[in-house]
């Protein structure tokens, strides 16, 4: 019997790889979204890797009898929770806009879980860990109070998760990522931040185009080895492949309980210098760029250990940062410079 599986968000930057991902290990996917932060280039993406067009509805997840008739419309085995708002700064000057469009959105989900039995996966967020004292970070470091709403909201939804799958008997997991990069190897799907981009990756491609004059590195002065920030960078494509098997691990009941955590990233700390060095080296590209003070709210160091997922899920990211680099940049010229 094929699955399928509910996408939200799903014509984004993750829910179009994942999409794909799911689509290509057999599962049939309806992909939602109401498109307030982005156009249709990534489904229409979508449908040309796949050969095929995934039924497409566009609708606001916080409009609960529009989720009500989609749970009616489909029979939904699993739902993967991506729309949601994810500016960081944003949240801080308009808490209330992210608290109901973040929270309301899930709560409908949740609610459409409870009554089909659909299993829950919730896209969660590395930034749970705060500024974590002991690195890496397992799925047991503590949870440290959220710096802005956005990463309140990632913490709040963990929660409610957790709680309904106790209360419920929902099957539940939370994929903590951490940062994900990169584009899909066919360069047909990726990243379209609107206006100037707040994350590493599409700011440095959009300064190697020409879009942007140059790349400010927030800060080198952090108490690191060549004093700039350490993060973990995780492939796109490794990351959706990380759904897969934690869809397959729900519907397969193959969980452990009924709520489950995992670490989504590499077990690999790169420092933004690292970053920026390896993207010039590997598309051979000098980049403009120049240290800025620190950004206010940025952690020194954050990454994972993924042993949990590596055994539980049998997941692996497998993708070197080049070969994810070289994707990204694939991508950016084919959507700013028009090159094939
Ligand atoms: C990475 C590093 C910056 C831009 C954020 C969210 C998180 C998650 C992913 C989002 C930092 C430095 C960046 C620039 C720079 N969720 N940098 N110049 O901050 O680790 O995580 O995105 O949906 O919740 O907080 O990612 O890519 O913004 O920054 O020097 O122009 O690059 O200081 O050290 P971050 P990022």
């Given at each position: 019997?094929?699955?399928t599986?509910?996408?939200?968000?799903?014509?984004?930057?993750?829910?179009s790889?994942?999409?794909?991902?799911?689509?290509?290990?057999?599962?049939?996917?309806v992909?939602?979204?109401?498109?307030?932060?982005?156009?249709?280039?990534?489904?229409?993406?979508?449908?040309?890797?796949l050969?095929?067009?995934p039924?497409?509805?566009?609708?606001?997840f916080?409009?609960?009898?529009?989720v009500?008739?989609?749970?009616?419309?489909?029979?939904?085995?699993?739902?993967?929770h991506?729309?949601?708002?994810?500016a960081?700064?944003?949240?801080?000057?308009?808490?209330?806009?992210?608290?109901r469009?973040?929270?309301?959105?899930?709560?409908?989900?949740l609610?459409a879980?409870?009554?089909?039995?659909?299993?829950?996966?919730?896209?969660?967020?590395?930034?749970?860990?705060?500024?974590?004292?002991?690195?890496?970070?397992?799925?047991?470091?503590?949870r440290l109070?959220?710096?802005?709403?956005?990463?309140?909201?990632?913490?709040?939804c963990?929660?409610?998760?957790?709680?309904?799958?106790?209360?419920?008997?929902?099957?539940?997991?939370?994929?903590?990522?951490?940062?994900?990069?990169?584009?899909?190897?066919?360069?047909?799907?990726?990243?379209?931040p609107r206006?100037?981009?707040?994350?590493?990756?599409?700011?440095?491609?959009?300064?190697?185009?020409?879009?942007?004059?140059?790349?400010?590195?927030?800060?080198?002065?952090?108490?690191?080895?060549?004093?700039?920030?350490l993060?973990d960078?995780?492939?796109i494509?490794?990351?959706?492949?990380?759904?897969?098997?934690?869809?397959?691990?729900?519907?397969d009941?193959?969980m452990?309980?009924?709520?489950?955590?995992?670490?989504?990233?590499?077990?690999?700390?790169?420092?933004?210098?690292?970053?920026v060095?390896a993207?010039?080296?590997?598309?051979?590209?000098?980049?403009?760029?120049?240290?800025?003070?620190?950004?206010a709210g940025?952690v020194?160091?954050?990454?994972?250990?993924?042993?949990?997922?590596?055994?539980?899920?049998?997941?692996?990211?497998?993708?070197?940062?080049?070969?994810?680099?070289?994707?990204?940049?694939?991508?950016?010229?084919?959507?700013?410079?028009?090159?094939?």
């Amino acid at each position: 019997m094929i699955k399928t599986v509910l996408v939200s968000g799903g014509a984004g930057f993750i829910g179009s790889h994942v999409t794909v991902e799911l689509s290509q290990a057999g599962y049939e996917v309806v992909v939602a979204d109401n498109m307030s932060n982005c156009d249709d280039t990534n489904y229409k993406g979508v449908c040309a890797i796949l050969g095929k067009e995934p039924p497409f509805i566009n609708m606001d997840f916080c409009d609960s009898s529009a989720v009500a008739k989609l749970f009616a419309d489909y029979k939904i085995d699993a739902v993967i929770h991506f729309a949601a708002f994810k500016a960081v700064g944003e949240s801080v000057a308009e808490p209330l806009k992210y608290y109901r469009n973040n929270l309301l959105s899930f709560l409908n989900v949740l609610e459409a879980a409870r009554q089909s039995g659909a299993a829950v996966l919730f896209s969660s967020s590395a930034t749970v860990y705060g500024e974590p004292e002991e690195l890496p970070v397992t799925e047991a470091s503590p949870r440290l109070p959220a710096t802005s709403p956005y990463g309140n909201t990632k913490q709040i939804c963990e929660d409610f998760l957790r709680d309904c799958c106790s209360a419920y008997g929902l099957r539940g997991t939370a994929l903590r990522y951490f940062n994900p990069i990169g584009a899909h190897p066919s360069a047909l799907i990726g990243e379209l931040p609107r206006g100037v981009p707040n994350n590493l990756v599409p700011y440095i491609t959009q300064t190697a185009a020409g879009k942007r004059e140059r790349l400010s590195i927030f800060g080198n002065d952090y108490p690191t080895p060549d004093g700039t920030c350490l993060r973990d960078y995780i492939d796109i494509t490794d990351l959706a492949k990380a759904h897969v098997c934690a869809v397959r691990r729900m519907l397969d009941g193959k969980m452990e309980s009924g709520y489950e955590v995992f670490n989504i990233g590499t077990g690999r700390p790169v420092s933004v210098l690292e970053l920026v060095n390896a993207f010039e080296k590997v598309n051979g590209i000098r980049l403009n760029y120049c240290f800025a003070p620190r950004r206010a709210g940025d952690v020194t160091a954050v990454w994972a250990d993924p042993s949990l997922a590596n055994e539980k899920l049998g997941w692996k990211a497998v993708r070197s940062v080049e070969e994810t680099l070289a994707a990204a940049w694939a991508w950016e010229k084919r959507i700013s410079l028009h090159e094939e």
